[in-house]
């Protein structure tokens, strides 16, 4: 086959939902289509349930299974599939924003009965800021939940997208029936329980006799409710989709493997092909004949006597060889890889050669840090992997003096990983861990001492956010830099940060200081 239709025939995208709205489930009806597993339950899950937020062995089980399930290839008619799996827990948000990088569509999952929750808002947020092409699934329909028209509305306004549902259900709960796909003009029936896939049944003119013999009571209100469908919601445009602009909406229910196949067959003939990437320097699209990618993700081993990791990249452009050398750009060094690896249906396998849209895993023994670009010697990096304020944040220090040196290294190599944010105080050197969520200093305390064997101890700081700021203007930023000189510290690239202890102490400085800009991602 050619690079092109390597190229052409390949779907990378990530499924992303607030927990418990049917992700997983949905992953798992997925990868049954495709033909990747057998059974159901073959996908475990990959969440940390709230229960186990102090359970050790849960989240080293968790990182097992997190490195099977980071990426998931599988072939549907004859399109090749790359599922990014992305973690359910939210403090492990910043590893979703990351993953969302390497993907070129989204499905966003949302509990019927729960609607829109503050997780999707966060991660929808993230893909409108790089207008990634989304699809909504609406889960669920089994059960009791809110209105279809209502939902939409919620759906608009929460996460600020335009809607367009392309398949329209017939009641909900006990009574629901099934759905109607506006765009195919096809009425698909739903049977509890039974777990066949339905055909959708042709339906020439909604106010036909078939219609009301499929559907009894219930139909007149479908012809009421397609009416005002198509009185209210725009046309599907798939350019529009594309351009992030309008996300289509589909009704099913994952459990049940309902509206899955639906949901797949039109992703597959809607969803975008590999699109190229920005990097500092240009451009790159995914035909070019050069190879180009970036690292996204870093996993540490899972045996604490090698500290070697695999890295995934995300291939950008070109075609990745086995035993090539490439050009890591940060560190100006040529690497080759003698086992990159590929995960199909769940297994890993060294792989020859991939094309872009893929993700390999590359064996690292510590070159890698997240953001890296490697290519065939061009000097760009790839952007769109920002660092966020962090939003709990503790001082780290050294509980075992003999191991000062294993701790600063542990200490970096996790934050390679993106595990958390490390600054240094400017003046009194000190270190700080900054995380989104209180779990990762648990796993940053037990990965140290099992993986390096150092010790840490965390001490209380009060710190409300931090901001990386910037001014053309020199004397402010002297006066900045001079008043506050013990709540400045350098982030791992060494750029400065502010350490704003309140909001207040944050306001005051915005109002102070008018040329200084601060920021709360890193990319600017
Ligand atoms: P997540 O990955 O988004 O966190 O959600 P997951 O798929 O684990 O689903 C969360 C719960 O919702 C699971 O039940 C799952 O069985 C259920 N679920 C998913 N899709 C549907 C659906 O279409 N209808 C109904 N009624 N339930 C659905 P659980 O009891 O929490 O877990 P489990 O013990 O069944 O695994």
């Known amino acids: 086959m050619s690079k092109l239709k ?14 418990d709205a049917g992700k997983t489930t949905l992953t798992e009806k997925l990868l049954l289509f495709g033909g990747a597993i057998q059974v159901a339950g073959a996908v475990k899950s990959n969440k940390i349930k ?25 072939e549907y008619r004859d399109i090749k599939i790359n599922i990014l799996d992305t973690p359910g ?40 800021m790089r207008n990634i092409p989304i699809i909504v699934f609406i889960n669920k329909m089994d059960r009791p939940g809110k209105d279809a028209f209502e939902l939409l509305d919620e759906i608009e306004q929460k996460l600020f997208l335009r809607v367009t549902p392309l398949s329209w259900p017939i009641n909900m709960g006990p009574a629901f029936k099934g759905v109607y796909n506006n765009f195919s003009n096809s009425l698909t029936l739903f049977t509890p329980g039974k777990q066949v896939i339905e ?48 996300s289509p909406v589909f009704f099913g229910s994952a ?74 750009v940060r560190l100006d060094r040529k690497l080759k890889f003698a086992s990159p690896t590929a995960f199909m249906a769940q297994k890993k396998s060294i792989v020859d050669e991939m094309y872009p849209g893929d993700i390999v895993g590359l064996h690292d023994t510590g070159n890698f840090k997240i953001g890296d670009t490697i290519t065939e010697g061009e000097l760009l990096n790839y952007r769109g992997i920002p660092s966020f304020s962090p939003e709990l944040f503790k001082y780290v220090e050294n509980a075992s003096p003999l191991k000062a040196k294993q701790l600063a290294k542990g200490i970096d190599q996790l934050m390679d990983e993106g595990v958390a944010q490390l600054f240094t105080g400017k003046h009194t050197g000190r270190k700080i861990i900054g995380t989104v969520g209180a779990l990762q200093f648990e796993v940053i305390q ?43 510290a350098l982030d791992k690239e060494g750029r400065e940060v502010f350490l704003a202890d309140s909001q207040f102490s944050l306001q005051m400085a915005q109002q102070k200081y008018t040329d200084i800009e601060f920021f709360f991602t890193s990319e600017f």
């Not at 390597?6 to 927990?19: L, V």
């Not at 559907?215 to 209210?232: F, M, S, T």
């Not at 010790?455 to 006066?479: G, M, P, V």
Request: charged share 30%; proline share 3%; hydrophobic share 35%.
């Open 50 to 74: 709230k229960t186990a937020t102090s359970d050790w062995m849960e989240i080293e089980r968790q990182r097992g299974i997190s490195v099977a399930t980071s990426v998931m290839g599988f």
């Open 199 to 246: 055909e959708g049944i042709e339906i020439n003119d909604l106010q036909d006799k078939t219609v009301d013999e499929y559907l009894g009571d219930d139909a007149d209100q479908l012809r009421e409710d397609i009416e005002l469908v198509d009185g209210v919601y725009p046309e599907f445009e798939v350019d529009k989709y594309l351009d992030g602009k309008l």
């Open 255 to 328: 459990l049940n493997n309902f509206g899955v196949k639906e949901l797949l067959d039109n992703f597959i003939q809607i969803a975008p092909p590999p699109i190229g990437r920005n990097s500092d320097t240009r451009q790159v699209v995914p035909e070019e004949d050069q190879f180009s990618g970036f690292v996204f993700k870093i996993h540490a081993n899972m045996d604490p006597n090698h500290r070697d990791r695999i890295a995934f990249v995300r291939i950008v452009s070109g075609t990745f060889k086995r035993n090539t050398y490439y050009h890591h």
């Open 89 to 128: 827990h939210q403090d492990f948000q910043e590893d979703t924003f990351r993953t969302l990088t390497a993907a070129d569509s989204v499905v966003v999952v949302i509990d019927v009965a729960k609607g829109v929750e503050p997780q999707t808002e966060k991660l929808v947020k993230v893909c409108r």
């Open 446 to 488: 037990y990965r140290l001492e099992h993986e390096y064997g150092a010790k840490c101890r965390y001490e209380h700081i009060t710190l409300y956010k931090t901001a990386w700021f910037r001014s053309t203007n020199e004397a402010q930023l002297k006066d900045f830099r001079a008043r506050k000189a013990n709540q400045i």
């Open 6 to 19: 390597e190229i052409q025939r390949r779907r990378t995208f990530a499924i992303i939902s607030h927990p």
